[in-house]
């Protein structure tokens, strides 16, 4: 499988300019952070740091992620975008608010910047932690938000707060077991991506190796690895992938890690040396270019390779 992944690595570093920067950011800053990819690592230092950093100015950067969402007609999400629609309408300023997080994290993780100052003079920490509070209260939202509302309390309390304890991820893994009708494919995929992004944002989305709370993001796992091994053919290649890097994330060898790498191997691209989703019940079939399928991909790659965090320090447990 480290062949496939080495090749579907180069046809990507081969043909980067042809995507988007938001894509070309999301690739080369997971595969730095997993591994310290060399030529990523120069790439984000040099060709993307300007845009990235707003030329040095955090303030500015915060700004033309206000000025990008407020532009865009569509404040909701590609995935189960209909279910989803009445609490995007709730929660109408998560996607910025999300948004504006992410930049802080990468500033913060990749550049060394704290940029916390300049997102309060733009969002105060009130409404920050106004909007937080009402997600942890809203089962329904958080579980049908799933990735959007994990994210958004992860990256406020890890990052914007700098708590570790202060958010018990034993309140997703309920979401997680209450939540959700298992007999729905959708429905399936915004649990799996859940318990993922809990696990993701504990590693500070690939920053660090999460040390506390892991009988919890065990449990989660577990509970991953018997729904998709009874609902295999419902689960999109994206969902396992993301799986599989969790379970490295924790140091845990997945059973399914075999059958899940032999679809990976049954759905490279007629167009190229890069995954599509096709092999399943419920794939992002509109997800098909170079471009589009970068997540997928850069999942995929990270799943075949040792976690090696940037941030090597024990955390107290």
Known sequence: MQN????VLLYYLEHLSELSFDRQFHFASR???WSQHETLGEMLQHELKSEFTG???PA???QAIVDRVNAEVSHGSKNA????RPYFEA???????VSLLFRVLFLE???GIDAREELFRLVPDKDLAAYES????????????STHAVNYCYLYRRVIRHDETGLDPSSFLAVGRTGYDRGNTIHLQLLVYLYTHCILGESKFYFRRPSRYIQTYRAMLDDLTKLIDERFVDINLDNKCEYLVCCELLGIASPLQERIFAEAAASVSDEGTFLVDRHNNNPQTGNTTLDLSEHRNVLFILATLPFRPLDGRAQDA
């Open 4 to 7: 496939l992944s080495n090749s």
């Open 31 to 33: 595969l730095y952070l």
């Open 55 to 57: 030329n040095g100015s």
């Open 60 to 62: 500015a950067a915060l």
């Open 81 to 84: 975008a209909e279910l989803r």
């Open 91 to 97: 929660y109408p300023k998560l996607k910025l608010y």
């Open 109 to 111: 993780t990749l550049y």
């Open 134 to 145: 009402r997600l942890l209260a809203d089962t329904e939202a958080l579980a049908i938000l």
